[in-house]
């Protein structure tokens, strides 16, 4: 019962804000997509109606991809939610689980937190590499203390959720 109530409250925090992040032009697009999506018109998409979709492009996918399309889902796929996973991926940034499990790979310790210096290093001198200006912007609200990045909240700045889950 907590596990289903913290997703509840997880869903909520997640579509609480994808309203004001989208343009009314984009917003009213996605409405037209949701409505022809949600073939029976009960303001949710489920199995029976992704079906419908698909059989009226003439395909016919593999119920289990059906499903794991739903999962995608933290909750109902009604037209919030459906924003929310569109949103995420329009906004062309992983959840924020996968950028946490991205940091926790260098966390030997496991405790949410990495040497500030390191990170530094890792931006400027690996892949992509960061120039100063992206290194002062990184780190100007990056959340560190005694020279230590809390990467879960740094990844909850990042994503927008830190100052809804404080409020």
């Not at 003439?58 to 909750?75: F, N």
């Amino acid at each position: 019962m907590a596990d289903d109530q913290s997703k509840k409250s997880r869903a909520e925090r997640a579509t609480s804000n994808v309203f004001a992040k989208l343009p009314q032009k984009l917003l009213q697009e996605m409405k037209e997509a949701f409505t022809m999506i949600d073939q029976n018109r009960d303001g949710f998409i489920d199995l029976n109606d992704l079906k419908e979709m698909f059989s009226s492009l003439g395909r016919t996918p593999d119920e289990k991809d059906l499903q794991a399309m739903l999962k995608e889902a933290p909750g109902p796929l009604n037209f919030t939610m459906f924003l929310s996973l569109f949103s995420e991926k329009l906004s062309g940034t992983d959840p924020e689980g996968t950028i946490n499990d991205a940091f926790r790979m260098f966390d030997k310790d496991g405790k949410g937190t990495l040497p500030e210096e390191y990170i530094k290093d890792l931006l400027e001198n690996m892949g992509d590499n960061f120039t100063k200006d992206e290194m002062k912007q990184t780190f100007k609200e990056a959340p560190v203390e005694g020279g230590k990045l809390d990467y879960i909240r740094f990844t909850a700045i990042i994503k927008g959720s830190e100052s809804e889950e404080a409020a």
